[in-house]
Structures are given as C-alpha cells and as structure tokens.
Nanobody
Framework: QVQLVESGGGLVQAGGSLRLSCAAS????????MGWFRQAPGKEREFVAA??????NTYYADSVRFTISRDNAKNTVHLQMNSLKPEDTAVYYC???????????????WGQGTQVTVSS
C-alpha cells in the first residue's frame, strides 16, 4: 500500500515558478514509476510527466516546461514548474504505478491533488 500526499500548489503570476512535492508512505516506493497528471476545469485528466523507478528515465508531455525528479531515500517526487502560463491552471495529481517505456501500464495509487492557479 502506498499513500501519496501532494503539496506546493498555489497562486502564481504568469511567468512564475512553483515546485510541487509528493510524499509517499510505504516501503515499496522505489518499486514504482512516479508521475504527475493534471486536470483543468471541464477537461479530462492528462499526463504531465513521469520518472522511472530508479530515476534513470523521464518522460514529459509535449510542450511541458517542467522537470520531474525523485529521491527514493526520502520517498519523494518533485515537479519543478517554470515559465508558468494561465493554461497550466489545474489540479495536479501525483501517481504511482508501472510503465513500459514511456507508456503507463497501470496507475495503482493517486494522491488527492493540489491546486495550481496561474494568473495572467
């Protein structure tokens, strides 16, 4: 069992930066690929970024200006978001699951989400 808790969301002006964090509980954190998804009002949840279990591979949605990283010793994963735009406004969710290459096979756990609002 893995529990995921996001933090770091908030209100920021366009062009600004935010760093999201996801703290995971459970001893098997390093077994999982970790990722970030987002859901804007009235839209479906979409993939943002992912990182393999050992941090050796990262994957990003097109045109994303973000960087994903993880620290398996601290059971955390981060999303550094730079040059934010109003269209980045969404609830951002942390996810844990399994990937094959750049494709998600399964997402086993979701966090509760953290709101990111970018004002123009």
């Amino acid at each position: 069992q893995v529990q995921l808790v996001e933090s770091g969301g908030g209100l920021v002006q366009a062009g600004g930066s935010l760093r999201l964090s996801c703290a995971a509980s459970g001893r098997t954190f390093s077994n999982y690929a970790m990722g970030w998804f987002r859901q804007a009002p009235g839209k479906e949840r979409e993939f943002v970024a992912a990182i393999s279990w050992n941090g050796g591979n990262t994957y990003y949605a097109d045109s994303v200006r973000f960087t994903i990283s993880r620290d398996n010793a601290k059971n955390t994963v981060h999303l550094q978001m730079n040059s934010l735009k109003p269209e980045d406004t969404a609830v951002y969710y942390c996810a844990a699951g399994f990937m094959r290459g750049s494709a998600w096979l399964d997402v086993d756990y979701w966090g509760q989400g953290t709101q990111v609002t970018v004002s123009s």
